[in-house]
C-alpha cells in the first residue's frame, strides 16, 4: 500500500495563487507516476495534471495548463500542485494520486491505485 497525505487548501481570491502539498510513504516512491485531480460537488472528477517517476515530464489538461505546475520531489516523497491565476469555481475537492509507472501519459482516475484523501479548494469571486 501507498498512504497518500494532502495538505494545504483552503480560501483563496480569484487570480490568486495557492499550493497543495501530497507526502507519500509506505512504497518506493520513484515506481510511481503521480497526479492530481479535482471534484466539484455533483460533477464528474476531473483530470488536472499528471508527472513520470523521474519529474522530468509533466503534462497538464487544457483547463489549467499555463496555469497549474505539477513537480515532485523523490528525496522527500513528496508532490505538489502550484495553482496561479486561480479562476471562480464552486468549493472543490482535490486530490493527489499515484499509480505504478507507465511510458505513457494517463488521464483517466481509474488508472491510478492510491488516493489522497482529499483537500478543499475555495476560489472566491
Known amino acids: 500500500q501507498m498512504q497518500l497525505v494532502g495538505s494545504g487548501g483552503g480560501l483563496v481570491q480569484a487570480g490568486g495563487s495557492m499550493r497543495l502539498s501530497c507526502s507519500a510513504s509506505?512504497?518506493?516512491?520513484?515506481?510511481?507516476?503521480l497526479g492530481w485531480f479535482r471534484q466539484v460537488p455533483g460533477q464528474e472528477l476531473e483530470f488536472l495534471a499528471t508527472?513520470?517517476?523521474?519529474?522530468?515530464?509533466?503534462f497538464y489538461a487544457d483547463s489549467v495548463r499555463g496555469r497549474f505546475t505539477i513537480s515532485r520531489d523523490n528525496a522527500k516523497f513528496m508532490m505538489y500542485l502550484q495553482m496561479n491565476n486561480l479562476t471562480p469555481l464552486a468549493p472543490a475537492i482535490y486530490h493527489c494520486?499515484?499509480?505504478?509507472?507507465?511510458?505513457?501519459?494517463?488521464?483517466?482516475?481509474?488508472?491510478?491505485?492510491?488516493w489522497g484523501q482529499g483537500i478543499q479548494v475555495t476560489v472566491s469571486s
Open positions: 494520486a499515484a499509480r505504478p509507472s507507465a511510458s505513457v501519459v494517463v488521464v483517466t482516475a481509474v488508472e491510478y491505485n492510491f
Open positions: 509506505g512504497r518506493t516512491f520513484t515506481d510511481y507516476a
Open positions: 508527472i513520470n517517476c523521474s519529474g522530468s515530464y509533466p
